[in-house]
């Protein structure tokens, strides 16, 4: 595991309308793969072994599924294959378990060769996404102490792996939202579609928060391999593929009426639960010298209009208040 991973996504459109079908995909490769998955989620120093071995076996199963070439909106390939994330085509819901179970591995050897500077996480949000969607026993992280031989590289190592891990939530938080877009469904039914939502949101960011898990003063190295000529000006996570379907499910919520169909405390814990996830946005641009500084993009879109940069928390803030407009009732405007 010297290289990056290659992550194996599909495409954000081609994603079921509920979680169901991904979590009966997810425990049925539980099923298959336990005994490798438990040892690569091992905490102890020999489970590196078992972790390889693992993602190789998980490497074999989605070998098969046909890549995407096409180029879709701008920037998505580019960004993609910054965070070696690879499209595939084919069965969504087997793709995106199959995704989940290889960022558990890749999260859990990095913490276990970079250690930590996070709060404790006792409720296990950040590994605990397998276990919540198959009802079992979650994996519990024990990370030490941030401790690195190489700490340039510890850190962008982390904010790779911590973004391919987002970028696997954010396509859960798409399935749940859809699901909650749906007539005829009882209170019962509604408030679980609710509960599994939140605790997505929330796991998401916590996600976010591991990617920045590096001390800030790496950052700006970190930052470097995000310019010209690896990637493009004002490379972004605008261009996150994943992020922008889940807006369009946001707005579509509103647009077709799904939202004014939930209950009053339903729509206002789902309105809650993106906004948490948008404050961890806020707290890692915060974390990097964003109330100061300006967000690669919005440097390079003031350098071409001449004009004095945006800060970058400052532009996290008001992209937060667009996107949370999209899930505040009619009743309430």
């Known amino acids: 595991m010297d290289g990056p991973t290659v992550l194996v996504l599909p495409l954000p459109t081609d994603l079921p309308g509920i979680l169901t079908p991904v979590a009966e995909r997810l425990t049925a490769?539980?099923?298959n793969c336990g005994t490798a998955y438990a040892a690569a989620m091992d905490i102890e120093p020999e489970a590196r072994v078992s972790r390889t071995g693992f993602l190789a076996l998980m490497a074999t199963a989605v070998e098969g599924s046909d890549p995407v070439t096409a180029e879709p909106p701008a920037g998505c390939c580019v960004h993609d294959t910054f965070f070696s994330v690879r499209r595939g085509l084919g069965d969504s819901s087997e793709l995106l378990a199959a995704a989940i179970l290889v960022s558990d591995v890749l999260v859990q050897e990095d913490l276990a060769t970079g250690g930590s500077t996070l709060d404790p996480d006792p409720d296990n949000l950040l590994l605990g996404v397998t276990g919540f969607l198959t009802a079992t026993l979650p994996q519990v992280a024990k990370p030490g102490p941030w401790q690195?031989?190489?700490p340039?590289?510890?850190a962008v190592r982390r904010w790779?792996?911590?973004h391919q891990r987002f970028f696997v939530m954010l396509?859960?938080?798409?399935?749940?939202l859809r699901g909650l877009d749906r007539e005829g469904v009882d209170p019962e039914e509604e408030q679980e579609a609710v509960r599994s939502f939140a605790w997505l949101c929330r796991s998401a960011a916590v996600s976010m928060r591991y990617a920045a898990d590096f001390p800030p003063e790496l950052y700006p190295e970190v930052r470097e391999t995000m310019a010209p000529p690896a990637v493009n000006a004002g490379f972004s996570g605008l261009q996150t593929?994943?992020?922008l379907e889940l807006v369009t499910w946001m707005r579509r919520l509103k647009r077709g009426g799904g939202l004014d169909r939930l209950a009053p405390a339903s729509a206002t814990a789902v309105h809650a639960a993106v906004q948490h996830l948008y404050e961890a946005h806020v707290w890692v641009c915060d974390r990097f010298g964003g109330a100061v500084e300006p967000s690669l993009l919005m440097a390079q879109a003031a350098q071409a209009a001449g004009e004095r940069a945006e800060s970058g928390v400052a532009a996290a803030q008001r992209l937060a208040r667009q996107?949370?407009?999209h899930l505040t009732p009619t009743t309430s405007t």
Do not use: P, S
Request: glycine share 8%.
């Open 160 to 162: 790779l792996v911590g």
């Open 241 to 243: 593929r994943d992020h």
């Open 323 to 325: 996107r949370l407009r």
């Open 148 to 150: 690195v031989g190489h």
């Open 171 to 176: 396509q859960l938080l798409t399935v749940a």
């Open 152 to 154: 340039t590289d510890a």
């Open 29 to 31: 490769l539980t099923r």
